[in-house]
């Protein structure tokens, strides 16, 4: 198929650029691994699962926001006129998806790690907290790929990116947090049923969203 | 008759008997609803507070469905009318979203003790306040007229639909929500008692009606600048 092919060539040409670019991911990670550290400074002494959770979340929500809205704005606008003319718009927006997915994967293991390493681990049931992070990766990249991809557009800032995302993210946030909560409290996935499906629909729906409306965001 | 009709009506309703509907309905509204008799429950007189709260969450809704749709028609054939539209109905929208929260405020002063309380229902209202708020900054932030539209008309779409989601979707799923509302349809209590039915749903038409009126008004006026402005 040729979204396929067109896809895989993409997500190797962004794989490519990070490695060759190695500056932008390395400061992604210096960027984790400060923000922890000052918040386990500051938070060290009042770290109960409730706030670990929250902190948790909110961080990573920052990492992604800061990871992602780089997407279309790292390469040179005649490129992308250039890539217009040889792939479908749909395979860059996908192509960028999954890139963002397999970044936002690792980043937010690493987090994970690291936030364990400073601020002991509260996670009980990790398998229902790895569910989470991959669940979570996949709709922050979907979510922010798209709302980067219009704030490229306007005059570009950060707080655009910020404000922009924030409100429509929250559901995602919200579901992703009761089920962490769930994780970090015992063994239990009773329950949890609900919040992975609701989970799965709001992927398939920014996906789908994002297939349909990048073109209009792609053309000049 | 040709040339009326691309200038003043937005929607299919013709003439001016709609307006005078939604006045006359309104006004209905405001005199029964504050001289009938209601049903002693455990809120008392503050039920009172359904005909206008509710009407203004009814004409926030009509009013960003109609920026969704009109921006759902700008991506199919790019005329500037209809983003228009859209984004009028996004600023009507926002004015209804506004007043239906602090209506809200004052009812759950009375009912629950604070004006704010953490609950689904009323983090999504303000959710979708901050989206359509968004919206507005994302418009501002662009200067070419064609792309303004064509990328506020993507994020529109897109973020309706998120909030779609939050809204109806969630509150139901996953929280135990205070605010009514929650077990029948989302807008409409099939339990409410005769008397205050009689006056609920000519008030929500009302509502809705005099949304569309603001919104007409505001879509001329742009028209007329836009022509000035040409």
Redesign the interface.
Known sequence: MRLSKEIQALVGKEIRLELKQKYVINGILLYLVATIFVTYLAFESVITPETWNSLFWIILLFIAVNSISKSFIQENPARHIYYYTITSPQAVALSKIIYNLFLMAILSVLSFVFFVFLMGNQVVNIPLFLLALILGSLGLSS?LT?VAA??S???Y?FS?MA??S???V??LL??LM?ISRTALSGPDWSGMG??I??LL??NL??II?AYV?FP??WK? | MEDNNRQSPIFMIRGFWWKFLSGLLLLYAIIAGFIIEVPDTMIQETIRNLFYHVGMWFGMFTMLITGFVFSLLYLRNFDEQKDLVAVEAVNVGLVFGLLGIFTGMIWANFTWGAPWVNDPKLDGAAVGLFIYLAYMILRGSISDVYKRAKVSAVYNIFAFVLWIVFVLIIPRLAGESIHPGKDAAPVLPMHLAPSMRIIFYPAMIGWVLLGFWILEIRVRIRRIKWTIDD
């Open positions: 979510v798209m219009i704030a557009r306007a005059s800032n655009l404000i922009l924030f409100p429509i929250l559901p919200g579901a009761t609900v919040f499906a609701i629909i709001i729906v920014v969203l409306l209009y965001l000049d």
